[in-house]
Each structure stands twice: as C-alpha cells, then as structure tokens.
C-alpha cells in the first residue's frame, strides 16, 4: 500500500446520515487525491490537496467535502446531499510533481 | 464526456497467449499515460506508464505501444498467466501533479 492506510475497509450507513473515510499516510508525499469508483467503471476524480489546508474539487465533487489540516491527512466526507453514495472509494498520493501516484486499499461505502 | 475510452470491457485468454487492450484518448494536453492493474476488493496498483514521446515500452512481459497522431495507446501482455487475472485501466495525466483520466477498465481472465 506505499505508507498509505484507508479506514474503514468496508462501511455502511443509513441513508441521509453523513458519514467520513479516513485517509492517512507516512510517506510525507504533498498530494493526496479522493476518487471513486463504480462497478464498470473507471476512476472519477472527486477532490484532491497539493498543499495543507488547500483543495480543490475534482469531477463529481458534489455531495462531498474534504479537509486538509495536516500533511499526513486527508479525510473525505460523503454527505447526505450525494444521491448516490454507494461506491468504492480510493485515496492516493504523490510526491511531487512528475511523480508516480499511489493508491490507498480503498473503503467499500453502502449506504441503505 | 468520457475522455479515455477504453476496449474491450472484457477478455478471456488462455494461458500463454496474448492480451491486448486499447485506448484511445481526447485531451492532447495528457503528458502522462499510465496502467493500473486492480485485483478485486483493492486498490489499483501502477503497472507500467509511457510518455507521448516514446512510441513504446516493454517491462517484463507487458508493453505499451503509443501512436502519438491517432491518439491511441494498448496494452499487450504476453504469455498470460493466471496470476494475471484482473482489471487493468489506462488512463491520462492532465497534468504533472497526478490529475487522472481513467478508462472503464478491462476485465481480464487467463484460464489454465
């Protein structure tokens, strides 16, 4: 996994509650990125960090919220406003730029 | 609008033989193309990436070949294996800090 650690594996939830997917690593890499995905799908970009407290969205970045208060975080909150939350979720990072970037185990999120 | 349109969705291989997976992009601006190979319930994992500069690149048993004016890329796997069997994605970089484009991913499996 490269020093980056998502929690929890797998998550459910009612519908409406909101509910946060923790993303942390130990690499000190700058950038971290939220993306989902969805079964047949590839990976859509939902926000990313390049600097601490500083993000931007990406996108499908509606319905969600992110924070950036230390280097080594980067949590991502789906919100009620998401209509269709139940997805599996992937945190990444990287170095700098013209680096590679790294993905995180993922957190499956079902929310009923 | 889809950006990297990838094919086939699926492909079954015997061992030994050949897999190849296309993609083709529209933002000329990607100045990266990376492989993700997914096992299922993780996170993708980086295979083997090229720039548009280079028309091809062999790792081991797996090779990219890019053709810069058509706007297409493929992976090939050569003599597959069963260890093989997974969800390979292309994708394109908008820009050095790691911006992904995914495609809809490739379902490979190699049979015995």
């Known amino acids: 996994d490269g020093g980056i650690t998502q929690s929890p594996k797998y998550l459910f939830r009612k519908e409406g509650q909101n509910v946060t997917l923790s993303c942390e690593q130990n690499?000190?890499?700058?950038?971290m990125y939220w993306y989902r995905q969805d079964p047949g799908q590839g990976l859509r970009l939902i926000y990313y960090?390049?600097?601490?407290?500083?993000?931007q969205k990406g996108d499908i970045a509606e319905g969600y919220s992110v924070s950036r208060e230390k280097k080594e975080s980067f949590p991502l909150t789906v919100t009620s406003a998401q209509k269709n939350p139940t997805a599996f979720y992937l945190c990444?990072?990287?170095?700098?730029?013209?680096?590679?970037?790294?993905f995180g185990q993922g957190t499956r999120l079902t929310v009923v | 609008q889809q950006q990297v349109k990838q094919s086939p969705q699926s492909l079954i291989v015997q061992k030994g033989g050949i897999s190849i997976i296309n993609c083709a992009y529209e933002?000329?601006?990607?100045?990266?193309f990376p492989w993700y190979q997914q096992f299922p319930g993780k996170g993708p994992a980086l295979l083997i990436a090229?720039?548009?500069?280079?028309s091809e690149k062999k790792e081991g048993r797996f090779t990219i070949s890019f053709n810069k004016s058509a706007k297409q890329f493929s992976l090939h796997i050569m003599d597959s294996q069963p260890g093989d069997s997974a969800t390979y994605f292309c994708?394109?970089?908008?820009?050095?800090?790691?911006?992904?484009?995914f495609g809809a991913g490739t379902q490979v499996v190699v049979t015995p």
């Open positions: 990444a990072i990287q170095g700098g730029p013209g680096t590679e970037a790294f």
């Open positions: 960090s390049q600097i601490v407290n500083d993000f």
């Open positions: 994708a394109g970089r908008r820009d050095s800090w790691g911006k992904l484009q």
């Open positions: 090229i720039r548009p500069d280079v």
């Open positions: 690499l000190n890499h700058d950038a």
């Open positions: 933002n000329t601006a990607f100045d990266y």
